[in-house]
């Protein structure tokens, strides 16, 4: 955390104002915690870290990050695995087959922050939700949220209640987030509110994949409802994160564990389903045609003013506007290239 120039009581983060999530004031900076001046609310400083959520609005509550034992969440802390030997090697595998890469590319958080670089000398850059996700350098303005402790967080903060004023931000990061929050479309809205005027969102989300996360996995998008999420934005570019491929590798594993609870089956089956998981999303790239059944969805668009995209524009545009998507972003001020239409049925 740093304090601002011109007033050193406020506190800020990386030069952004952080503010209260309940009410919307600048906080003010003590001795182990961030105070509203209005609310009164103390929210802490825990490991260095500033602890902003809104206790009566959140699922999450203050008082999970107090304690020694302080909320890591289910997707971390990989690297404490206290087991060792060939166990230890195995979990390493188990990690490497789930998490093999799709073969279709497309833009990531850094290829958005190269737009903005184009547009802008140092965008400001939100990351919401950003666990082990790093992006920019030591020179970039680049603010990391999560509701969980990770390497390289910066502030712990709940998407539906942003800590930080009106247009902070050039650009806001959101990848595998939006399924996890309980209001997507509130979400939305806080990443327009912060985004100045002409400021740029990229998200990428989940379609057809199976629950992860347990109890912290509330939604999925099909491909015109995740651009209708984000109808208060311009499209620059959208496209297909992960195919058909990735998709079938998830519903194998999931059909193999369902046959029986036994927890021999299950690893059994667990294992079949991950050596599946590599061969098969290769075949993205070359299942071009399955935007329907794709794995999930990503989205960079522009901050829209006055009225969002209406449902009609987007129901009668479906067949045009979705499908596997660029490899790259387009040069800034280049217009959206409209999809091909698609070939005619046979007769």
């Known amino acids: 955390m740093d304090a601002g120039t011109e007033d050193p009581g406020r506190a800020s983060l990386r030069g952004i104002a952080l503010h209260c999530p309940r009410d919307g004031t600048p906080l003010r900076t003590e001795t182990a915690s961030l105070r509203c001046p209005v609310c009164g609310t103390a929210f ?3 490991r260095g870290i500033p602890v902003l959520i809104h206790d009566e609005r959140s699922v999450f509550a203050i008082a999970d990050y107090a304690g020694a034992d302080a909320y890591t969440g289910a997707a971390y802390g990989r690297d404490a695995d206290a087991t060792g030997g060939a166990r230890r090697q195995y979990r390493r595998l188990m990690r490497w087959l789930g998490d093999a890469p799709s073969s279709i590319r497309h833009p990531d958080g850094a290829a958005a922050l190269d737009y903005l670089r184009a547009l802008l000398p140092r965008p400001r850059v939100l990351v919401i939700g950003s666990g082990g996700l790093r992006i920019g350098g030591p020179g970039d303005c680049v603010v990391q949220t999560d509701v969980a402790f990770a390497p390289e967080v910066d502030a712990i903060a709940d998407g539906h209640d942003l800590p930080f004023p009106d247009g902070a931000f050039d650009l806001v990061v959101a990848v595998a987030v939006l399924e996890h929050v309980a209001d997507p479309q509130r979400c939305v809205a806080e990443m327009w509110r912060v985004l100045a005027p002409g400021g740029h969102v990229h998200a990428v989300t989940p379609f057809l994949q199976p629950v992860h996360m347990g109890a912290y996995d ?5 491909p015109i409802g995740h651009r209708r999420l984000f109808r208060q934005f311009d499209e620059v570019a959208a496209g297909i994160a992960m195919g058909n491929g990735s998709a079938a590798a998830w519903a194998l594993r999931g059909v193999l564990q369902s046959a029986s609870g036994a927890r021999w089956w299950q690893a059994a089956a667990s294992i079949a389903g991950l050596l599946a998981t590599p061969p098969l999303r290769l075949l993205d790239r070359w299942l071009r045609h399955g935007a329907d059944a794709a794995g999930g969805c990503w989205f960079f668009g522009r901050r829209r003013e006055g009225a969002p995209v ?10 045009q506007g979705f499908g596997i998507g660029p490899t790259a972003l387009p040069r800034p001020g280049v217009p959206k290239q409209a999809a091909p239409e698609p070939p005619p049925p046979p007769a």
């Open 44 to 46: 802490p400083v825990v």
């Open 310 to 319: 209406s449902d009609r524009d987007l129901v009668q545009g479906y067949r």
């Open 218 to 222: 509330f939604t999925r998008f099909t």
